[in-house]
């Protein structure tokens, strides 16, 4: 089969014939149809990432059909369209994941092939509105985002919700998810067009995060929030305090920004705030976040499609943060 393959660090992503992987008898075989992007698979193919190997097939992310079903697993599954919960090894315990969890695409091969392997009980039927592009792009993210949102966030219908650094996929998917809850939401950027695309969406404001007062805009604006959802921490994390009402839940799954500065431990007892840490999320929250999908007829926002031998170029667009909404690979021309 074809795959696109990591061999070092220093090295671009290339096409490469190798084997068809060999099923277990849990497992199945998936051929994939699209693949999309995550900013883990941009970390680690500059090798700033846990457990890095050489050579790898990256991506988190596909739809396909499955087109072999092993010995052991639900023979149900064959020729039916899917997604793949990229989250594996969860646990027993919802509230966290085992010692042994992983995630598709390092250490085991990703959905950046013609076909992928994984076992049956990671298979949730492709919602059939979406399209294979719109399809691939729903899963690590939009789970990291519902279990934020719903799971940790406990966010309710007129809930005044925050989300920092709206326009890359976790960002819209958060965006898509507490509209349709029907939050009230607003967003910060740092690009006058993302604002205004947030706003098409359904945010009721949002403002430029580069700009020096930007925290104090947004207290203008709505007064204060229910439930903060932030991918960056960094230095601005301290004026999330300022903007939580009492109760607010502040969770983050990311920290592109640096580390989480100094806080004001005064402000968290005395507003009774929850500062809330959050990875992907359990199997019962992907099973929520797929009948949420359906329930709302959700299509997730694809900002480009590229063929999968320009899986390097697509790469190279997610580096510099250009998108709005998840960056795609099909593999069919």
């Keep these: 089969m074809k ?49 890095i190997k050489y050579p790898s097939i990256l991506g988190s992310d596909g739809a396909g ?32 994941q085992n010692r042994d969890f992983s995630i598709l695409g390092l250490p085991e091969n990703g959905t950046l092939a013609e076909y992928v392997k994984v076992k049956a009980e990671y298979l949730y039927l492709k919602p059939a509105h979406l399209s294979w592009e719109q399809a691939a792009a729903l899963p690590l993210a939009g789970l990291t985002t519902f279990r934020a ?65 930007w925290a104090e805009q947004l207290k203008l604006m709505a007064g204060g929030f229910d439930v903060i959802i932030d991918s960056a921490l960094g230095d601005g994390f301290d004026k999330l305090l300022d903007l939580a009402n009492p109760g607010c839940r502040i969770v983050f799954f990311g920290g592109t920004a640096g580390n989480i500065p100094p806080l004001n431990g005064r402000k968290i007892f005395w507003k009774q705030l929850q500062i809330l ?41 997610m580096e510099h943060s250009t998108q709005f909404g998840k960056i795609v690979l099909k593999t069919w021309s």
């Excluded at 809930?159 to 349709?180: N, R």
């Excluded at 976040?289 to 790469?315: G, S, T, Y």
């Design 3 to 51: 795959a696109i393959v990591l061999e070092a660090a220093d090295k671009p992503l290339v096409l490469k014939e190798v084997e068809k992987p060999a099923m277990g008898a849990d497992e199945v075989l998936v051929q994939i149809k699209a693949a999309a992007l995550n900013r883990r698979d941009y970390w680690i193919t500059i090798g700033k990432y846990a457990g």
């Design 149 to 213: 949102l719903f799971t940790k966030g406990k966010a309710k219908k007129g809930d005044k919700v925050l989300i920092t650094g709206v326009g890359g996929g976790t960002g819209t998917f958060t965006l898509q998810w507490a509209v349709a809850a029907g939050c009230r939401v607003f967003v910060t950027s740092g690009s006058g067009d993302k604002i205004e695309m947030a706003k098409q969406m359904g945010a009721s404001a949002g403002v430029n995060y580069k700009a020096q007062d």
């Design 277 to 317: 840490g959050t990875t992907m999320g359990s199997p019962d929250d992907f099973k929520a976040m797929v009948d949420f999908v359906n329930e709302h007829q959700i299509v997730p926002v694809v900002d480009e499609v590229f063929l999968l031998a320009d899986a390097d170029k697509a790469v190279r667009k």
């Design 65 to 96: 059909i499955v087109s072999e079903v092993g010995d052991n697993a639900n023979k149900q599954w064959l020729n039916k369209e899917v997604i793949i919960n990229p989250c594996h090894n969860w646990g027993p315990n919802a509230g966290y």
